[in-house]
């Protein structure tokens, strides 16, 4: 007659080996599981670097607009300022539509690049 004793050590000795081969098989995936990590942020690393290029490369384009702009208004100020003399509502009404449009380009590239860039 089996001692209930004995069987019982004996299922808890298997049981104990059980556990013990998970833990070494958790323990031998762990510099696997390293190696796969590194290689996820390589790749975070390199996408983050193509995008901050293409948001600069945006963000340079519309820098050029802006100037554009800039130098429109400036170029109509002064022929209008030339051309007004003494007629500033005029003046104030051109400027002010020129600079509008300005601003909505300003406020449109700072609108695309917060969204580019999530806080």
């Avoid at 983050?48 to 170029?75: D, G």
């Avoid at 509008?100 to 380009?105: G, L, Q, Y």
């Amino acid at each position: 007659m089996p001692n209930p004793r004995t069987e019982w050590l004996r299922a808890a000795r298997a049981r104990l080996v059980d556990v013990e081969k998970r833990v070494e098989r958790l323990a031998r995936s762990l510099p696997e599981i390293e190696v796969a990590l590194r290689h996820a942020e390589g790749n975070i690393q390199a996408e983050a670097r193509k995008r901050i290029r293409m948001l600069r490369k945006e963000a340079n384009e519309q820098l050029v607009v802006l100037r554009a702009h800039q130098l429109e208004a400036s170029r109509l100020l002064r022929q209008l300022s030339t051309a007004a003399k003494g007629s500033w509502g005029e003046l104030e009404q051109a400027a002010d539509r020129a600079l509008t449009e300005a601003r909505a380009v300003a406020d449109s590239m700072l609108e695309r690049l917060r969204h580019a860039v999530p806080r």
